[in-house]
T-cell receptor, first 113, second 112 residues
């Protein structure tokens, strides 16, 4: 069966510091991968998705970037965090074809102070 | 463009009450429709889905019927429990498309 791991679970970072959140998927090959942000009390905002190694699509221009160095690894980064980057970050995967059910990681709660 | 509109929360119910969370969508063609649930401090989990008109998705006592004539996918449960307290998201996506659109989420609190 497939599993998705996301870490860290909680992160407190000062403004201006760098960020690296990692997500890995096990038990499948060639998944689509996604990063979402959920601001407090709000819905999900798709940040990036990837259909393959090195292929990243950005949905919202911002202070963040994503990379996919390996088939089942997806990394969310920032060079300098802003206060507005605080939120709950969710990684998800889906099969390449089909009805598109997305399977989510447990999330990372990021507080930028 | 494609979008999903959910009833605003929060919703507070007593245990064993009937639940309805409204969801309507705007889309062309025939998207698949989903309900996801997010328990406190966790990621989202798929609750149920429907992939064509008149399909009924069901799971854990929750049901939702894909109504193309009213472009709706309302979530219902006959008797809620305290353990159902969570945030519920309606979503749509086209087959083989990477673009999944989520509603803003509806927070449900069930009191004993």
């Amino acid at each position: 069966s497939q599993t998705i791991h996301q870490w860290p679970a909680t992160l407190v970072q000062p403004v201006g510091s760098p960020l690296s959140l990692e997500c890995t998927v096990e038990g499948t090959s060639n998944p689509n991968l996604y990063w979402y942000r959920q601001a407090a009390g709000r819905g999900l905002q798709l940040l990036f998705y990837s259909v393959g190694i090195g292929q990243i699509s950005s949905e919202v221009p911002q202070n963040l970037s994503a990379s996919r160095p390996q088939d089942r690894q997806f990394i969310l980064s920032s060079k300098k965090l802003l206060l507005s980057d605080s939120g709950f970050y969710l990684c998800a995967w889906s099969f390449r074809t089909g009805f598109g059910i997305q399977y989510f990681g447990a999330g990372t709660r990021l507080s930028v102070l | 463009g494609n979008s999903v509109t959910q009833m605003e929360g929060p919703v507070t119910l007593s245990e064993e009450a009937f639940l309805t969370i409204n969801c309507t969508y705007t889309a062309t063609g025939y998207p698949s429709l989903f309900w996801y649930v997010q328990y406190p401090g966790e990621g989202l989990q798929l609750l149920l889905k429907a992939t064509k008109a008149d399909d009924k998705g069901s799971n854990k006592g929750f049901e939702a019927t894909y109504r193309k004539e009213t472009t709706s996918f309302h979530l219902e449960k006959g008797s809620v429990q305290v353990s159902d307290s969570a945030v519920y998201f309606c979503a749509l996506r086209y087959y083989n498309n990477n673009d999944m659109r989520f509603g803003a989420g509806t927070r449900l609190t069930v009191k004993p």
